[in-house]
């Protein structure tokens, strides 16, 4: 999509979205300023596709490299944006709040299976290695979930399509439980039985 504006022109990616509100007041530019603030695109989130069953484009899975059997499932997170995403710390393997070293980790967005490069999974599946991860500093132990998150900055920013989109932030400190609303559960764990 572009959108003109004598002396500006806005190019807006696939997948993103200008909120345009309904004055379109007009636009001046007087000594080099233009007097309306600089518009922004927010990306398209939270779609999933039609006619499938299995991908969830905000899904992140977390594998550990290792040198004598590959790469291993560690968790998963989700995609807040091109370079961020949001996990459990206890998916950050590590001895005594100490994370192992980011080059032996690779996050995968835009997959339908479990397994690291599975041949079943599509073509528009994107891999990264790590450039940062953290965690809080009120985490003690996988088995209590204070201070349970951890924030990943892949090396790669991903690139958004039908399979690979972040999930959608709600901001407005407003939430609505009700018993007809639905939403996904995204993992890759065995099924649970809740009494």
């Known amino acids: 999509m572009r959108s003109m504006v004598p002396w500006l022109s806005l190019t807006v990616s696939s997948f993103t979205n200008i909120p345009l509100s309904k004055k379109k007041p007009n636009r001046v530019c007087r000594g080099g300023r233009w007097h309306f603030p600089v518009p922004y695109c927010q990306p398209v989130c939270g779609q999933k596709p039609a006619g499938t069953e299995s991908n969830i484009p905000w899904h992140v899975s977390i594998y550990w490299n290792t040198s004598f059997i590959g790469y291993v499932y560690v968790g998963e997170g989700v995609l807040l944006s091109e370079r961020v995403i949001l996990t459990e710390t206890?998916?950050?393997?590590?001895?005594?709040?100490?994370?192992?070293?980011?080059?032996?980790?690779?996050?995968?967005?835009?997959?339908?299976?479990?397994?690291?490069?599975?041949?079943?999974?599509?073509?528009?599946?994107?891999?990264?290695?790590?450039?940062?991860?953290?965690?809080?500093?009120?985490?003690?132990?996988?088995?209590?979930?204070?201070?349970?998150?951890?924030v990943i900055i892949p090396q790669t920013p991903f690139t958004f399509n039908t399979k690979v989109m972040p999930v959608c932030l709600d901001w407005t400190r407003e939430l609505d439980l009700n018993v007809d609303n639905t939403g996904y559960a995204t993992g890759w764990a065995s099924k649970y039985t809740y009494l």
């Open 90 to 150: 206890r998916h950050i393997p590590g001895n005594h709040r100490q994370i192992f070293p980011k080059e032996v980790y690779v996050v995968v967005v835009g997959h339908s299976y479990k397994q690291f490069n599975d041949s079943q999974d599509p073509n528009e599946v994107q891999v990264s290695k790590v450039d940062a991860m953290f965690i809080t500093d009120q985490f003690r132990n996988e088995t209590a979930f204070l201070g349970d998150l951890g």
